[in-house]
């Protein structure tokens, strides 16, 4: 069985030899743009090898300073027809990937000639980070050419493409049906960045808001998206809530019986001042009481530190006298076991004197009774 991928394939009426496929990629062998001998021979040994599809990739339908095949002139032509050629003599298609530089060709190719090099860099890296989506009909206030609408961090905006020379810019405006319900201007859709939380929002205000002419100036400026429906009852442009999804207009002219009120237009209602004044009163109490609940917190935690340093205290005081007195009772017995000490000894010499004493007394009485009884006995 034969492999798939060297079958050939029917894709938008054109047949294919097989399904390999070259992508598109920058070779760097062009010479200023223009097909070279060198791409000439890596492309035909390509083809050569049994590849079935060749892209050439960035090639650019005007002429910049970017070193890839440039088809912006007749002139150009022969050289790609010749590789065509050359590709189709081994059965293999041939296409191009078109290259549309995301920047001004005019001013880098400028730049590039003069041989400035970090304004280019600093221009290209410019208009590589916003890039030009359209051209719109507002002119920049500064130099008067035609502002282009660039896509940026907080979305789409205004900017000269004069950049770097002139660096004016202003928020997108795009004009939505309907008119002012206060002077019958253009309604027109602005954008703007938050700044609590740096976020884009959008909003709708008459074209003269901001007028220099104070007899022009309008203020009108709403949420509410208008529509081209007028009220059939007054004839004033109807509004519909934003987001997305099917949104039923209403009418916002409170003259008349269609009118319906902001808190019925499904948006969250709005606190009244009196509301408010509760909501704020609350909040003042509820910090209050807090307050006070964190207070009485504290001044527990402080007792409860107080009773137990107290009582911490008392223990060492405790620990401190019975150390002490325990130290006292020794030092005491040590003192009574001194004069114990000392008592015994005088008391033992006492009684050996005594002792000594009665036995001399003894031989005394001893002595005199023998010679009172040898006097008797010469007597007789």
Not at 261 to 268: F, L, T
Not at 300 to 321: I, N, R
Request: charged content about 30%.
């Amino acid at each position: 069985m034969q492999n798939v991928i060297l079958q050939p394939i029917e894709v938008g009426g054109q047949t294919f030899k097989n399904r390999i496929m070259f992508p598109p990629l920058t070779t760097g062998y062009e010479k200023n743009g223009m097909i070279s001998e060198q791409d000439m021979g890596f492309y035909t040994r390509l083809a050569k090898g049994g590849v079935g599809y060749i892209v050439l990739g960035d090639v650019a339908p005007i002429n910049s300073f970017s070193p890839t095949p440039k088809l912006f002139d007749d002139s150009q032509i022969p050289a790609f027809k010749a590789l065509a050629d050359s590709v189709h003599a081994y059965g293999t298609k041939l296409g191009v990937q078109l290259f549309h530089p995301e920047y001004d060709v005019d001013a880098i190719n400028s730049l590039f000639m003069q041989k400035k090099f970090d304004e280019m860099r600093q221009r290209l890296h410019h208009d590589m980070m916003f890039f030009t989506d359209e051209v719109s009909e507002e002119k920049c206030d500064v130099c008067g050419r035609n502002m282009v609408i660039k896509s940026g961090r907080f979305g789409r905006f205004l900017a000269c493409p004069g950049y770097p020379e002139c660096t004016f810019t202003k928020p997108l405006v795009i004009e939505m049906p309907g008119r002012c319900p206060k002077c019958g201007g253009r309604m027109m859709k602005r954008t703007g960045v938050s700044k609590k939380t740096n976020k884009q929002y959008t909003y709708y205000a008459c074209e003269f808001s901001t007028s220099s002419d104070p007899e022009k100036k309008c203020d009108f400026m709403t949420w509410d998206v208008p529509t081209k429906d007028d009220c059939p009852e007054c004839g004033q442009t109807m509004f519909k809530k934003a987001g997305k999804g099917f949104k039923r207009p209403y009418c916002i002219n409170p003259a008349c019986s269609r009118f319906v009120p902001e808190d019925q237009r499904g948006y969250v209602k709005k606190k009244t001042i009196e509301t408010a004044e509760e909501g704020a009163e609350s909040a003042e109490a509820a910090d209050t009481a807090e307050t006070a609940a964190k207070k009485t917190a504290a001044r527990k935690t402080t007792a409860k530190k107080s009773t137990t340093a107290k009582k911490t205290s008392t223990k060492a005081a405790s620990t401190k006298k019975t150390a002490t007195k325990t130290a006292a009772a020794k030092k005491t017995t040590k003192k009574a076991a001194a004069e114990d000490g000392a008592e015994k000894p005088a008391k033992k010499t006492a009684a050996k004197k005594t002792a000594t004493t009665k036995k001399a007394a003894a031989k005394k009485t001893t002595a005199k009774s023998a010679a009172k009884k040898t006097a008797e006995k010469e007597e007789n």
